[in-house]
């Protein structure tokens, strides 16, 4: 089994910054991909971006230019650095992860998700 915790949600004003943090732990053999999704209410959760094992990113286009996604590999972690936030930038981020597993088959994992308000 694999844990996701996010970190590094919270208030903050348009044109703030904020960086979220993806801790997976567990049995890991190999993490594949990590993406951020966010949840607005009443609206559907979407990818907002995403990374592979080998660092290639790609990023919705509401929030290119203005989000960077890493991760570093040996810690297990994903980050999500936000950058001139605007307030439709406002939802529950939750992170994704495929994990391979000693058994080669690749397992899906969601992390419980992170608060992110953006308002003055």
């Known amino acids: 089994q694999v844990q996701l915790v996010e970190s590094g949600g919270g208030l903050v004003q348009p044109g703030g910054s904020l960086r979220l943090s993806c801790a997976a732990s567990?049995?890991?053999?190999?993490?594949?991909?990590m993406d951020w999704y966010r949840q607005a209410p009443g609206k559907e959760r979407e990818l907002v971006a995403s990374i592979t094992s080998g660092g290639t990113t790609d990023y919705a286009d509401s929030v290119k230019g203005r989000f960077t996604i890493s991760r570093d590999n040996a810690k297990n972690t994903a980050y999500l650095q936000m950058n001139s936030l605007k307030p439709e930038d406002t939802a529950v981020y939750y992170c994704?992860?495929?994990?391979?597993?000693?058994?080669?088959?690749?397992?899906?994992?969601w992390g419980q998700g992170t608060q992110v308000t953006v308002s003055s």
């Open positions: 567990g049995s890991i053999f190999r993490i594949n991909y």
């Open positions: 994704n992860a495929g994990v391979r597993g000693s058994d080669s088959h690749l397992y899906e994992y």
